[in-house]
């Protein structure tokens, strides 16, 4: 258990530093092609162009990296506090700073976000922005200070001994023994931080010495993974082997290595082929003299080619490098695919897999998606899915279940949560980012995925094909997943009908509906809807924190300006009774990239909350009905809004 927690620690921490990267990747591009076009030994020499190499080099990238690892601990405050104190190890330092961009942008998200939390709820009305402001220009600026004076110099130590390392290693010849770490770290999403936050600072500095690194192909070189792309199209099986050829020309051309990263997963072994490889590529490199100019990136060869020294020798030494890592790879590859088990490998679970180590949505795990499965007939049963089965997944529902009875279709809609999907469930609806799981949960459904719960136009082409299908007699079953535990029946808000259900005036009351809000960010509100839920008594102080982390699981905005955020599976058990609280944000606060005007914090125990919730969906997916509750000038007014659907 403890080899598997540090596995998924070093799987996490290798993720969290490729995001620093991975989202500013055009702009080292942008650098890399003006510095292999520009400088005094590139295509075309430019003396005034040139002059952009060295700021971009040294101010844009580690800003850019700085700021990005400050908003992934704390959205876009986090991100600016990042870039302050990133600007401390830049001006500190002679080097490149990316390894100190990666420690001053994330300490400077911590930072801000945990002074916003210990003044959460505590600062007078109309004082929000002054403190917002000065707050974070007095954090960004000590931690600037600290970076300058600590920090920065720090850093320069670290990389003086990593370069007095890389000269020792070359002068040993132990150089291509790097790639036993390189190799197997790029498959753990280590790549990007070990190439641009350690390689390539230390790349600039001999290039600014000797005009060339070798340090830039150590984990750039495509040879390791095109030899073993070539054995799979060759001696691979079953859809790996057909799949090989396309995945190869990504790689090769496209630069994208985490394209080949799901064949090694599928046969471990294959990690022997891609460290030998390596190896054999870094000692042609040294022996020939390669090297690059510029970091290449992507790692393709095209970037490899236009950023190699303008010369023969140098053009021979990184194509010779390329190669033999290749022919290497191919030969280890070829004997450990054509020994091993002869069986069909599924390189759709292999991308999973990927995909889950990584601990987000790959970018290229959707290549390997295996073609829909085909609309079953005669269908009976539809599942709406999310995390914990209480919030998106129950609105979802409501919506298609209003549609169904409408279209007269004979038709079950339910909601659960994605582990409890039952194993005859005929066609799944989930959330994008959630699809892949619903699919490993029982793959033989029919999977549909949306972006947008309440507006979706996936719902009418659904209905349009099960209506085609020929089902044509109303007999729609009302029915949520937790009614299918014995002694469970249908909820209702109906005061009376059953006096151990909460009435619908205690699910959602006036004094837990706030008009009038301004929020700085997402988790602000979902922090502050958090609160609310507590100090109504519906929830645990824990419950907060498990609202973040369902939004970061996958977003909880609904479409058509409304978010509800709720709680984790797990967080269900700090649920003490079902209840709502309602934000009214007329200016809007930003849920990645949507504006949500109207936020539904919701804590559901037992499924009693689930036919106010289905009211409000119903309400909610007429934009009309958000429109009044956004300009309601009373809780009483907002309420009514959501009760003349629901009666």
Known sequence: MAHFNIKVAVQKFGNFLSSMVMPNISAFIAWGLITALFIPSGFLPNESLAKMVTPMVTFLLPLLIGYTGGKLIHDHRGGVVGAIATMGVIVGSDIPMFLGAMIMGPIGGYVIKKFDQLIEGKIKAGFEMLVNNFSAGIIGGLLSILSFLAIGPAVDVFTGWLVAGVDWLVGTGLLPLTSILIEPAKVLFLNNAINHGVLSP??????????????????????????????????????????????????????????????????????????LGGMSGVFTLVLLGGGLFAPASPGSILAITAVTPHNAGAYIANFAGVIVAALVSFIVGAFILKTGKQSEENIEDAAKKMQEMKGKKSSVADVFASEPGTMPTNVSKIIFACDAGMGSSAMGASLLRKKVKEAGLNITVTNTAISNIPADAQIVITQEELTPRAQNKVPNAYHVSVDNFLSSPEYDSLLARLQDDGTDELHEIVEDAEEKVPGVREHSIEPGIDGDEPEGNELLREENVFLNQQFANKEEAIRFAGRALVNAGYVKES?????????????????????????????????????????????????????????????????????????IAVTCSDMENIEKMVKATSARELMDIINVENN
């Open 202 to 275: 230390i790349g600039v500095e001999q290039v600014k010495q000797t005009g060339a690194s070798i340090l830039f192909l150590l984990e750039s070189n495509p040879g390791p993974g095109i030899g073993v792309l070539l054995a799979y199209c060759f001696f691979g099986k079953g859809t790996a082997k057909k799949s090989a050829p396309g995945a190869a020309i990504i790689h090769f051309f496209g630069g994208i290595h985490e394209i080949y990263f799901p064949y090694i997963l599928m046969k471990p072994m294959l990690f022997l082929a891609v460290i």
């Open 543 to 615: 419950y907060i924190e498990a609202m973040i982390a369902r939004d970061e699981l996958t977003s909880t905005y609904m479409g058509n300006d409304v978010a509800i955020p709720h709680g984790t599976e797990e967080a269900k058990k700090d649920v003490l009774k079902s209840g709502f609280t309602v934000l009214q944000i007329p200016d809007g606060v930003d849920f990645d990239g949507q504006k949500a005007r109207l936020i539904f914090g919701i804590a559901g125990k037992d499924g009693t909350h689930l036919e106010i919730l289905s009211g």
